[in-house]
């Protein structure tokens, strides 16, 4: 459908229009700074300086102190009482564990000690006993071996004496003879053995 050229508004009026909102909101704003300054400075200054609120400021400034010392005497202080009384039991029983551990530290280095002098005091008695022992088996020894030495050289002495007089048995027969054949030699008879004999035992 067509429109007709008088259906449109015509350019001038909606110009006028704009216009006129313009002036209308300037005028509107204009008055509103206008109000708030006087408002401004009817009051003279910050409100919370002003004797008007000072009543509402108490009573708030109270009910929060209130609210503040309920908090503070119901759920803060005790919750940090609690704390610090936990905290110092802690560090007592802390430290009264740490004294226990330090006189069973202690009872123990007296029992290592006692310990360690039972044992060298034993040490030194088996040492000593030990020492006794084998002096005592060296001396038993030396004196079986002493008995065994002292009966050899009996029995040698005792073979050497047989043996010398077995000797001299044999150097008296033999100096015999030999007196015999030197008689008969020198003089032409035969000495008998009994002459021969003690004239060797008349020599000796």
Request: hydrophobic fraction near 50%.
């Amino acid at each position: 459908m067509a429109a007709h050229p008088s259906d449109a508004p015509p350019i001038q009026d909606i110009s006028t229009a704009a216009h006129g909102a313009e002036t209308a909101a300037a005028g509107h704003g204009e008055a509103h700074t206008t109000g708030t300054e006087a408002e401004h400075g009817s009051g003279g200054g910050l409100p919370q300086f002003e004797f008007q609120w000072w009543a509402g400021q108490i009573f708030w400034l109270l009910i929060t102190f209130a609210v503040l010392y309920l908090l503070l005497s119901k759920v803060f202080l005790p919750r940090l009482r609690a704390v610090k009384d936990e905290r110092a039991a802690t560090i007592a029983s802390a430290v009264e564990a740490a004294r226990q551990v330090q006189a069973e530290a202690a009872t123990q280095a007296q029992i290592a000690q006692a310990e360690v002098a039972q044992a060298r005091a034993s040490s030194r008695a088996t040492a000593a006993a030990a020492k006794a022992r084998v002096t005592e088996e060296a001396g038993k020894r030396a004196a079986a071996e002493e008995a065994v030495v002292n009966a050899r050289i009996a029995e040698a002495e005792a073979a050497i004496g047989k043996t010398r007089d077995a000797a001299m048995t044999n150097v008296s027969a033999i100096a015999s003879d030999t007196a015999r054949a030197i008689v008969e030699k020198l003089t032409g008879k035969a000495a008998t053995a009994a002459e021969a004999d003690a004239a060797v035992k008349g020599a000796a």
